[in-house]
């Protein structure tokens, strides 16, 4: 018996192992495959997390694995910089005033590795179905049944333990795909004045670049009902036309995949909790999914770890429907937002990010926004 399981291993359900172990919370964590995610997946660090992070003893290694990026910007397609943002107007804010590039895979070792005795890890232990009491959970999986006091649901946006509920994920899906690809490029030269972080605006097609320790990554909007092969087959001629390298750009992987903006109504059911993408799943742009993700298994696992101390349960059921607004409220609208001003239809938008980025202090106030600063404080 175990007093808390967290089904996923992913970055979100190993922060919360951590944040409970380090209280001295006997913990369990059910991870499907037989091993840990080597996926790049989600690549950006914001200053919240980075704090958050820091108070689990993890920050230092991810910042020697990743990279530091202390401006981004929007660009134009074929031409300069729109607008660059620094981020060291966040310098009074946090000690962290700038983002983190560095694949999620690299986390996730590091939070394993960080994992006192009292929390174990089991692979190859796929969620099957969740049995609920008013006394604790049985989770049956496929390594065998679990039972715990509490549950935590970290298992992605598919989540078995979100569906052995039998709770609702509503919203709705992108018309088209997004389409990732890592290249084993410089592409300084090519583009020149290119930040870590590139925003770049088109009627057409808009895109995204991003550099992480490894390699660039470039995701471009895709038709949402052609066939993969077809899409990946005209990949090399939409890199070249980001970039005219003179040969052929080096591809080290590509993926195409749908995009959903969902959530589930309660992040609380009795003795289960839901967060990250087992919660809510938004787009991609502007690095807010892993993040919020982050964000909810700190936040909740504060509230449970009082509520195991004798705290009253209403504790952690204001945390769990305070973070369900900041899905709502904060994430969804803002990711929708950056979706919709990619597509560069707006010549006022591109002048008030000008003005934005002359104005120190409406890019504090921006970016405050942006990397979820603001978010948090409503549920301090």
């Not at 966040?90 to 009292?118: F, H, M, N, W």
């Not at 008013?134 to 496929?142: E, F, I, L, Q, Y």
């Not at 087959?233 to 993926?255: C, E, F, M, N, Y």
């Amino acid at each position: 018996m175990s007093t808390v399981a967290i089904a996923g291993a992913g970055p979100v359900g190993l922060t919360a192992a951590l944040a409970l172990a380090r209280r001295g919370i006997d913990v369990t964590v059910l991870e499907q495959g037989p091993r840990l995610a080597t996926e790049s997946r989600a690549s950006t660090f914001h200053p919240p997390t980075l704090e958050m992070l820091r108070d689990l003893g993890v920050v230092a290694p991810l910042l020697r694995a990743g990279l530091v990026a202390e401006t981004f910007q929007y660009r134009e397609r074929g031409g300069s910089a729109i607008a660059t943002l620094d981020m060291g107007v966040l310098a009074g804010d946090t000690a962290y005033p700038y983002r983190v590039q560095c694949e999620q895979s690299k986390l996730t070792p590091i939070l394993l590795d960080a994992l006192p005795g009292t929390a174990e890890v089991h692979f190859d232990h796929a969620v099957t179905g969740v049995a609920t009491g008013p006394r604790g959970v049985a989770v049956s999986t496929t390594g065998g049944i679990v039972h715990c006091d509490w549950l935590i649901g970290a298992d992605g946006a598919h989540s078995a333990v979100r569906h052995g509920l039998g709770a609702d994920f509503t919203g709705s899906t992108y018309p088209g795909r997004f389409l990732v690809a890592s290249v084993e490029e410089e592409l300084e030269a090519a583009l020149p004045g290119i930040a870590p972080i590139n925003y770049v605006f088109d009627p057409d097609e808009w895109l995204v670049l991003l550099r992480t320790p490894d390699h660039w990554r470039v995701l471009l909007p895709t038709a949402g009902d052609t066939p993969d092969d077809v899409e990946l087959s005209k990949l090399p001629s939409r890199l070249a036309r980001v970039a005219d390298l003179g040969r052929p750009w080096r591809i080290a992987h590509a993926t195409l995949y749908r995009v959903h903006e969902r959530v589930t109504p309660h992040f609380r059911t009795g003795r289960v909790l839901l967060m990250g993408d087992a919660a809510h799943v938004n787009n991609p742009l502007g690095g807010l999914g892993m993040n919020s993700g982050i964000h909810d298994a700190v936040r909740i696992t504060d509230a449970l770890a009082a509520v195991l101390g004798g705290a009253p349960e209403q504790v952690l059921h204001d945390a769990a429907r305070r973070r369900h607004t900041v899905a709502v409220e904060h994430v969804q609208r803002t990711s929708r937002a950056n979706w919709s001003y990619l597509h560069g239809h707006d010549e006022s938008y591109r002048a008030r990010l000008r003005a934005l980025a002359a104005d120190p202090v409406a890019t504090r106030a921006h970016l405050r926004k942006a990397c979820l600063m603001d978010s948090l404080e409503p549920t301090a």
